[in-house]
């Protein structure tokens, strides 16, 4: 199996925190050399670590902001 590489450019804010110190983020990462995407993943507290997670562009970064904004909360 390949190496992972990843670089966090940018970490937006923390959604939740767990009690070990797990963060879920919402950050803009580099996987593996590529351009930045908008990522939520949970990560251990020295971001080396990391649990699974997706990734979106910003044009579906926008749809589900639009999504999320229909809600009825």
Same mark, same amino acid.
Do not use: C
């Given at each position: 199996? =390949? $190496? *992972? %590489? #990843? !670089? *966090?450019?940018? %970490? *937006?804010? @923390? +959604? =939740? &925190?767990? =009690?070990?110190? /797990? %963060?879920? &983020?919402?950050?803009? @990462?580099? /996987?593996?050399?590529?351009?930045?995407?908008? $990522?939520?993943? !949970? /990560? $251990?507290? =020295?971001?080396?670590?990391?649990?699974?997670? @997706? %990734? #979106?562009?910003? &044009? &579906?970064?926008?749809?589900?902001? $639009? +999504? +999320?904004?229909?809600?009825? +909360?």
């Amino acid at each position: 199996m =390949a $190496d *992972i %590489t #990843f !670089e *966090i450019q940018k %970490t *937006i804010g @923390v +959604l =939740a &925190e767990s =009690a070990k110190g /797990w %963060t879920k &983020e919402l950050s803009l @990462v580099s /996987w593996n050399g590529k351009p930045a995407r908008y $990522d939520i993943r !949970e /990560w $251990d507290p =020295a971001h080396e670590k990391m649990g699974k997670g @997706v %990734t #979106f562009s910003a &044009e &579906e970064l926008k749809r589900l902001r $639009d +999504l +999320l904004n229909g809600l009825e +909360l």
